[in-house]
């Protein structure tokens, strides 16, 4: 049996512009990305430096991020791979991860292995 979560963008519209499926064993290591995109956007807030550009991809093409630009940050979330870019504040990528670990729970809840997790 497969376990993983199913992410979609879905428009103010309701029409879905994309979607991408994280497999249960990349789960945890999405978590620390997300800790790390958080730990280096706190770094450079505020800071006058070249485009930069902080991402975590998964098998499956999801992508989660942030950009800065003169001092400006812009968090992002692509689930299609189609640059179809969901944008969001940098703080908004916690509340994200939060949803991800309960939803990681509510899977082992449900058989996945807690210890195949990050393997």
């Keep these: 049996m497969q376990y993983g979560i199913k992410l979609e963008h879905i428009d103010e519209d309701g029409d879905m512009r994309g979607s991408g499926f994280l497999d249960y064993d990349e789960i945890a290591e999405l978590i620390g990305a997300f800790d790390f995109i958080h730990s ?21 093409n999801l992508k989660f991020g942030f950009y800065q630009s003169d001092g400006q940050q ?17 703080s908004k990528l ?5 949803s991800i670990e309960a939803a990681r729970q509510h899977l082992v809840s449900r058989g996945a292995d807690p210890e195949s997790v990050g393997t």
């Design 40 to 60: 280096v956007a706190n770094k450079m807030v505020g800071q006058q430096r070249d485009y930069t550009e902080v991402t975590y991809q998964t098998k499956d």
């Design 74 to 90: 812009q968090a992002f979330i692509d689930v299609g791979g189609y640059g179809q870019s969901l944008f969001i504040s940098v």
């Design 94 to 98: 916690q509340n994200l991860k939060s």
